[in-house]
């Protein structure tokens, strides 16, 4: 494709995607590089920035990508998946305004076979676990997936502790930072809270007949996406170390890690 055909922001993220081990570009050499004014080429990172891509910026350093926007698929995840059940028979990919629990929890009432697994890109409202609303920001991880265990009511807590770990553990198949779990059902980092897991589930004689794992963890938000109060108490995996991660691959290790602890 010739050069003025490819669209700006496909040639903003070549070049920011081919810098250097730091990851950062000067204005300055992209503004030159694509032929633009320094204004231009802010109306662009704006524009880019609306649709979704995570790009910091500094001065003195320029702009780093971060994560682009719905940079991942079905197919991403499931490359090099290595689950027996969960992730291998069907994924359902929500856009925009879809809570994930809800349209698991409906699958899994009509019967859709363990493993099946829900993604929202962006979610525009879920709860938390004191059932508050929050909103689901760039660079979140955000899924639901379906299990069908023989489980005792009475070990339930212990069940929301084992997804707990399982979280913390994919975290940490990245070098990502250990994860505080915290009861009843949070992740935290530091004095920030990272992510926050939501089970529902369906018992039969004090037996669960399935489980609806919802998780949210905010793994390449930017620190300065946290609106209102939530700057104060949240948090990413990005804002607390400088680093951005794979979303795919940490969805990919979650699965693995939750398969291998509940079986």
Same mark, same amino acid.
């Given at each position: ?27 300055? $050499? ?64 929500? $856009? ?19 493993? @099946?697994? @829900? ?43 084992? @997804? ?6 994919? @975290? ?20 920030? $809270? ?70």
């Amino acid at each position: 494709m010739p050069r003025e055909e490819i669209p700006m922001r496909d040639r903003i993220l070549d070049l920011l995607s081919a810098a250097e081990a730091d990851g950062w570009v000067t204005g300055e $050499k992209l503004a030159a590089d694509l032929g633009l004014t320094r204004a231009a080429l802010s109306k662009h990172i704006a524009a880019m920035r609306e649709e979704g891509d995570i790009l910091e910026s500094a001065p003195g350093h320029g702009y780093r990508l971060i994560c682009p926007a719905d940079p991942w698929a079905g197919h991403d995840v499931q490359k090099s998946l290595h689950t027996r059940i969960l992730g291998q028979d069907r994924w359902i990919w929500l $856009k925009d305004g879809a809570a994930i629990n809800q349209t698991a929890v409906l699958e899994a009432m009509e019967e859709a076979p363990e493993g @099946v697994v @829900v993604v929202a890109r962006h979610q525009d409202e879920g709860m938390d676990s004191e059932d508050f609303c929050w909103r689901n920001l760039p660079g979140t991880l955000t899924f639901a997936v379906i299990l069908r265990i023989d489980w005792p009511a009475d070990r339930l807590a212990e069940f929301t502790l084992l @997804v707990q770990e399982a979280c913390t553990a994919a @975290v940490l198949d990245f070098d990502g930072p250990e994860l505080e779990c915290r009861k009843p059902n949070d992740l935290y980092l530091g004095d920030r $809270k990272v992510g926050s897991i939501h089970i529902q589930s369906m018992f039969h004689n004090d037996i669960m007949r399935w489980a609806v794992i919802g998780v949210g963890l905010n793994v390449n938000t930017p620190a300065d996406a946290f609106p209102g109060p939530l700057a104060e108490t949240a948090s990413s995996l990005y804002a607390q170390t400088g680093r951005g991660f794979s979303i795919p691959g940490i969805l990919r290790s979650l699965l693995e890690e939750l398969e291998r602890r509940i079986g």
